[in-house]
């Protein structure tokens, strides 16, 4: 293992109505809350009523930000920042998935300064000196960004869809009760689906290769996700299925499986841009990107992705050699993402190859494990994926 | 999974010379330090000198409290609260194994009342209202108190060994070095092992038993323990398999593992008055109390056993029965810590048939998952290991 430094101080409240500690949770904070959600789904199913009455309850002063979309625009985080500064405001309560999480954590830290918090964080990276404290109550397990530090903005004008990270933007505390993820059509959970099994690729398709216990801990976690998948595909009712579901996006991304590996990223990097460009859902770009993403490493970690085949799909590894290992193990990726009924093609995401060197051109190449990232590399694994 | 609450805001520094961000680490908190170690080891191998040093570079005023033996008394915790109020220490640093680290911990909340801190904390269980911080630099990988919030101390007047819980005695930040474990003896190496091991089948082996997150996890460490154990018994120096086994000890007991299981902790429960009685280490109390322990409830889950053998051990299930897998399941156990050099009998631990008596008086029935136990169950486990 490399050297590593860990630290994760996200408070989580797990199951079912735990919505009813969200009195307790906030009580520490400030009297005035902004309240953060999407298109308005949180009114249909009663969280919202929920909510509101657990932060009467505390006797906190409520105001709303609404209207938080997938991909969440620089505009949405201005208009959040404006409206703190404005209402003085003491803790942000993000309801949603990850990208009201994120538009949160933007707030948050651009409330806190006099500069332009897209130039300051996401472009220059520059680390925050304050930030107003925030909490989650979770509906789409998906970013794992309810315990990370991490939030990822889009720029529409630029088509830049950057990351910034801080501790100081962990969630005080998160919610996370899995009947909430009842409701959700299929699509948004294949797509949460492919996202957390993407990110714990990112983690584990990483050098150190030798044994390690965070290949160990990611090969559990990938296991789990893939028997809770199938159970949750199959009765989106079921609790079980749903809990790990919700609990292995959390884990995925909470800092355990990163301790001592060098991490990879590449995927989200080749991603980002088709989500800025197109405004397709994260999740669904990743379906399409990262199995052609590792079959075009593959070869650089042979004996990894033969493990990966025999550890985490069970391939019997009786008159195979490592190559054919390999190349089973990724077909079982593309062959569950099917069987999600996840996009495999670019063109299921309406991109074309008169595309890909936009893509190309803005593509991150800082992030690579394996193999550094050429814009060639880039070019074709896009290729491979039309 | 059952409902959880999860929190552990420790802050791991992990690698080779991470004690150099010991002045960073111990920056935030007051100048006066009191320092808390065991029997002189740190000295011969050059880890106080290291200790001091940063400590002085970061202005600190350092107190001692040596001496500190396995399985910690309660006269050593009065030492070091007598220490605390006379001094008026702002930060404890713990540099050891599980033994200084439980000390310390006693001491920080002992140090904040006026009340015994017998009777109040470890008889009574009351929550405490405050804590001098601590922090941990860990020599010994065993116990995993270096990154959770509890601390086991004897009471040899009344042979009593009772733990305590509390999130303020969580360490503010442990110090993770592997090579510091490179010159344990070989027996405190097996102590360590089978401990951790017994941590995770303690949280393991209770329900739920459906497919859950946990338990995925659960069955990644072990293998990854298992691998390094033999690895590190081969080569002391062999750094990677030093790191695995450090690692594994604290995530197993960092909640991770806990999170949405019942827990169970009967073995624990068992061993305890055969350390407080006899003095023996508790990982070679575990190595003799877990595998019979396990033997005698196997049958209250007998598919969790087998899977447990398919899973953890490889087993082949083929022309197997449940119960066959299941039996093979324990049976590995028992000869892995024969493998480690670790006791197997009473026998070997100095304890005798007219011993059991006085143990089972002492073994605290409030723990278990499968099957409640009787005092009749604890003398008939202990009478397996014979």
Redesign the interface.
Known sequence: ????????????????D?VNQLKEAVAPYGPRILLVYGGGSIKRTGLYDRVLSQLREAGKTVFELPGVMPNPRTEKVYEGIELCRRENIDFLLAVGGGSVIDCCKAIAVGAKTDRDFWQTFFINGEPAADAIPLGTILTIPATGSEMDMSAVITNWATSEKNNYDSPLIYPRFSILDPTLTFTLPKNQMANGIVDTMSHIFELYFSP?D????TD??????L??LI??ARAAMADPTDY?AR??LM??SS?ALCG?LN??KKTDWASHCIEHPISALFDVAHGAGLAVVHPNYLEYVRSCAPAKFARFAQRVWEVDPAGKSQDELAVEGIRRVKAFFRELGAPATLAELGVGEADIDRIADLTDLSCWSYKPLTREDVVNILRMAL
Chains 1, 2 share one sequence.
Request: aromatic share 20%.
């Open positions: 293992m490399y050297d590593f430094h860990y630290y994760n101080p996200v408070r989580i409240y797990f199951g079912k735990q150190p030798e044994d390690n216990v160990y801990l990611a090969e559990g976690l296991r789990a028997r809770a079980d809990a790990d609990w292995t884990v355990m301790n001592g």
